[in-house]
């Protein structure tokens, strides 16, 4: 059985519309088949600039944690 290809991560600025990014991340993490867990490694390694301004202050293990960033559709 052929290997699926690996998609490349996307980068978030907060320049472009969210549901826009959010709808390519979950195509980009379900070809590459990751876990819940890969899922919100990448997305917080996703946001870049002021984007990323989000995370100020939540802990690290709420950063990791899939639940915590389905609340997180409004950045």
Request: glycine share 6%.
């Amino acid at each position: 059985m052929p290997s699926r290809p690996k998609v490349k991560s996307l980068t978030f600025y907060g320049q472009t519309s969210w549901m826009v990014f959010k709808t390519q991340f979950d195509v980009v993490s379900s070809t590459n088949r990751w876990t819940d867990f890969v899922k919100a490694s990448q997305h917080v390694a996703s946001l870049q600039g002021s984007a990323a301004e989000v995370i100020q202050g939540i802990l690290a293990d709420k950063l990791t944690d899939p639940n915590d960033h389905r609340e997180c559709s409004g950045i």
